[in-house]
């Protein structure tokens, strides 16, 4: 099992509301697929990776810690699951060689996102689908690890700019989600008002990674002990998938297909 740095979901671990997210963003994801190779980019334990698996699909999950893809494979490559360790920004596949390609809560992560997506555009089908899922700006909160934020128009922008056509969707959730999310980032809020000369964004965004990654598993264990395990009740159908800009999405889901190709 990864360990909990705030990079990625850990089962049993990460609270039930941010687990159920990303499920109900692999499970949008998946109701999208059809035949064919499927690249999940940023698979991290592979159990939403495995989800993609049918008779009519290969699919490749990668993730740039060669540890985690190892210990991954592990547990799926007797499933059928390939995986393996590899660089969202320099992906070891072949061009327009994928069917479709998920990257799920990946294009944040980089300060240059555009290097990403032109990436995924470039192994991509010519009659393929890319995935993007991300959170929305105004819920992601407090995460050194997420170098730029995106709303719906900014990631409409960035993949427009490697796909003719594209589509912004927005994942909403119940009132107890946001319930959920908001006592959460109170609890956090009161945490960093510890923090009140707000050194962690002063001191090197590396010291500032090495602090969150020791204290988010005891600030997990002290103020979400309650939010694990599926004791809050929440699960994935506490989450849909809508086209209505006014719905308070928590995260987006662009869907894009036919990649531009540089000349």
């Known amino acids: 099992m990864s360990k909990l740095t705030g990079?990625?979901?850990?089962?049993?671990?990460?609270?039930d509301s941010l687990l159920a997210l990303h499920e109900a963003g692999y499970r949008a994801v998946r109701e999208r697929l059809g035949p064919g190779r499927v690249l999940d980019v940023g698979c991290g334990d592979g159990f939403e990776s495995a989800s993609f698996l049918a008779a009519d699909r290969m699919v490749v999950g990668i993730d740039y810690s060669v540890e985690v893809a190892v210990e991954a494979s592990r547990k799926w490559s007797a499933k059928g699951l390939?995986?393996?360790?590899?660089?969202?920004?320099?992906?070891?596949?072949?061009?327009?060689?994928?069917?479709?390609?998920?990257?799920s809560h990946v294009v944040e992560h980089f300060e240059r996102p555009?290097?990403?997506?032109?990436?995924?555009?470039?192994?991509?089908r010519d009659d393929g689908t890319a995935f993007f899922l991300t959170p929305n700006r105004p819920f992601d909160f407090e995460n050194p690890f997420h170098l730029v934020q995106f709303e719906r128009d900014d990631l409409k922008t960035l993949l427009g700019?490697?796909?003719?056509?594209?589509?912004?969707l927005g994942m909403g959730a119940t009132p107890r989600v946001h319930a959920d999310f908001a006592a959460r980032r109170a609890k956090a809020e009161k945490l960093l008002r510890f923090d009140f000369l707000d050194l962690r964004h002063r001191m090197p965004r590396s010291w500032y990674i090495g602090l969150y990654?020791?204290?988010?598993?005891?600030?997990?264990?002290?103020?979400?002990?309650?939010?694990?395990?599926?004791?809050?009740?929440?699960?994935?159908?506490?989450?849909?998938?809508?086209?209505?800009?006014?719905?308070d999405a928590l995260v987006l889901l662009g869907v894009a297909s036919s990649p531009l190709r540089s000349s």
């Open 114 to 124: 555009e290097d990403h997506v032109r990436e995924v555009s470039r192994v991509l």
């Open 7 to 15: 990079e990625r979901p850990v089962e049993g671990v990460t609270p």
């Open 161 to 168: 700019a490697h796909f003719a056509a594209v589509e912004v």
């Open 82 to 103: 390939h995986l393996a360790g590899m660089d969202a920004l320099r992906l070891g596949v072949r061009d327009g060689s994928m069917s479709f390609v998920c990257s």
């Open 213 to 247: 990654t020791r204290v988010l598993p005891v600030a997990y264990r002290l103020l979400a002990r309650q939010d694990t395990s599926g004791a809050t009740g929440i699960t994935a159908d506490d989450y849909f998938i809508s086209d209505d800009p006014s719905v």
